[in-house]
């Protein structure tokens, strides 16, 4: 990595989560786990500590693309986010997109937006906070239906076994789906990606 802010323009892709192993696997950390496939998938990206977080860089599709997980608890993901933004001069509505965990959505299920609501996800408002603005792609997971369990114990528990065939499979999607928002933009990953019920 060069350390500065010269060279192609990169896209940035955030995925959300808590550091440390406690939370290793947690529903909270999908976004951790998206990341982490793409660097896996990139030759091997190794990441490196930057901007409050862990960052890689990469190529999908002769794209050069930055990874990051921030480890500054996923309430104050914002910070990192900036940090990052600011330092390679990104425009936030175009090359930057935040993968989180959703309560909301059946699990499994991913969701593309170029924008909006936090729906909650405190993450997501934190970075809207620390940009001055929402405007911004997000790729969301649904990680289940949480029943009468109260949703921060939810979110902060593990996937049970029934469920992560599903979660796996939900994975390898999210990576099809960076890669097509990577090169063809927001438009064409909600059109493929989204469903015809989202």
């Given at each position: 990595m060069s350390g500065t802010a010269s060279g192609p323009r990169r896209k940035l892709v955030a995925g959300l989560g808590n550091p440390g192993s406690m939370y290793q696997g947690t529903r909270h950390n999908i976004g951790y786990e998206v990341v982490e496939r793409l660097a896996e998938g990139g030759a091997g990206a190794k990441f490196s500590r930057k901007f409050d977080g862990l960052l890689a860089e990469t190529e999908i599709d002769f794209h050069r693309v930055l990874l990051?997980?921030?480890?500054?608890?996923?309430?104050?993901?914002?910070?990192?986010?900036?940090?990052?933004?600011?330092?390679?001069?990104?425009?936030?509505?175009?090359?930057?997109?935040?993968?989180?965990d959703d309560l909301a959505l059946p699990l499994g299920k991913l969701r593309v937006r170029p924008g909006g609501s936090d729906g909650g996800q405190k993450g997501?408002?934190?970075?809207?906070?620390?940009?001055?603005?929402?405007?911004?792609?997000?790729?969301?997971?649904?990680?289940?239906?949480?029943?009468?369990?109260?949703?921060?114990?939810?979110?902060?528990?593990?996937?049970?076994?029934?469920?992560?065939?599903?979660?796996?499979?939900?994975?390898?999607?999210?990576?099809?789906?960076?890669?097509?928002?990577?090169?063809?933009?927001?438009?064409?990953?909600m059109n493929r990606f989204n469903g015809p019920n989202s």
């Open positions: 990051l997980k921030p480890e500054t608890f996923m309430n104050l993901s914002g910070r990192s986010v900036r940090q990052a933004v600011h330092f390679y001069k990104l425009e936030p509505t175009t090359d930057l997109l935040v993968i989180c997501l408002r934190d970075i809207a906070a620390q940009l001055g603005g929402d405007q911004f792609a997000r790729l969301r997971l649904g990680i289940g239906d949480r029943g009468p369990i109260d949703a921060a114990d939810f979110v902060l528990g593990r996937f049970r076994p029934a469920e992560r065939a599903t979660i796996d499979d939900a994975l390898i999607l999210a990576t099809q789906a960076v890669a097509v928002w990577v090169v063809q933009g927001t438009d064409a990953a």
